[in-house]
């Protein structure tokens, strides 16, 4: 309707709805053509799946999905491994991670071992930053994914505010102003076993804020979930959450 921006399925998609179309990334080179691509607004809306374990050892990897074009399509790891994911930035870049900025998203079955990520701010492994639009009704889902490594934040997005996670470092939630709708980003079943470190270097060490070892700030929903590891930070900082507006069910770290 008009006025709560819900358009109901038809019977058609109801009883049998359409069958996901994916694009198969077997190899290295695959993945960081869809990273480096020369089309994103094409790409990052498209469907893949992962085919093979990939190990990204030796590659500056560029997040795939910018603020400006988020990753909106579907990413299924299949039950794979990316290894050795590196990425290196300095303290005035934001949204880090495999995924730099996701909208309307679905990133399932996916497993990151040793990955290292240094940036500034709005970084985590996996995602920078999960961003929900309620009144274009798009939020994320995160689901059965995994990583270890080390994570390293020296900036921040606004004061004292770095929002450094273990595995994504904002996962967002919004409300419509208009029409009173809330919309919610989800991440259950996914696990982080991570070590978080965020250090801007400024002599008031509260600067680094909203840090934690699987989200450094959740306004979303977050189910089922664990994080192990140090996490060393300023201002607001959890082993789980740095700073929680939110919902956290049955998680622990």
């Given amino acids: ?3 709560n921006h819900f358009a109901a399925p038809s019977w058609a998609e109801m009883t049998a709805p359409e ?3 994916y694009e198969e990334i077997y190899t290295k080179e695959q993945l960081l053509a869809l990273a480096n691509s020369d089309s994103p607004a094409e790409d990052w809306a498209k469907n893949y799946r992962l085919m093979a374990d990939i190990d990204l050892s030796g590659v500056d ?8 074009i ?8 299949n039950g794979r491994t990316l290894s ?7 303290a005035a870049s934001r949204n880090l991670g495999l995924f730099g900025c996701i909208k309307g998203a679905e990133i399932v079955n996916l497993t990151l071992e040793n990955a290292q990520v240094t940036g500034g701010s709005r970084i985590g492994t996996l995602v920078g930053a999960a961003l929900a639009d ?3 009704g798009k939020a994320n889902l995160i689901g059965n994914c995994h990583a270890t490594g ?5 900036g921040t997005a606004v004061i004292k505010q770095t929002d450094a996670g273990g595995l994504v470092g904002v996962n967002d939630g ?3 102003s208009q029409s009173g709708q809330s919309i919610y980003s989800a991440i259950d079943g996914s696990s982080a076993q991570v070590t978080v470190v965020a250090d801007t270097g400024s002599a008031d060490e509260t600067e680094s804020g909203h840090v934690g070892g699987f989200v450094g700030w959740n306004k979303g929903m977050i189910t089922d979930c664990f994080a192990e590891g140090n996490v060393d930070g300023g201002n607001t900082t959890g082993g789980f959450a740095g700073s929680n507006y939110g919902s956290i069910y049955d998680s622990h770290a």
């Fill in 150 to 154: 080390t994570v390293t934040a020296t």
């Fill in 70 to 77: 988020p990753f909106t399509g579907r990413f299924d790891g």
């Fill in 1 to 3: 309707t008009t006025s």
């Fill in 174 to 176: 919004d409300t419509d």
């Fill in 84 to 90: 050795n994911l590196t990425i290196e930035r300095g």
């Fill in 19 to 21: 069958e996901t179309a």
């Fill in 61 to 68: 990897f560029a997040p795939i999905g910018s603020e400006e």
């Fill in 134 to 136: 309620a009144a274009g």
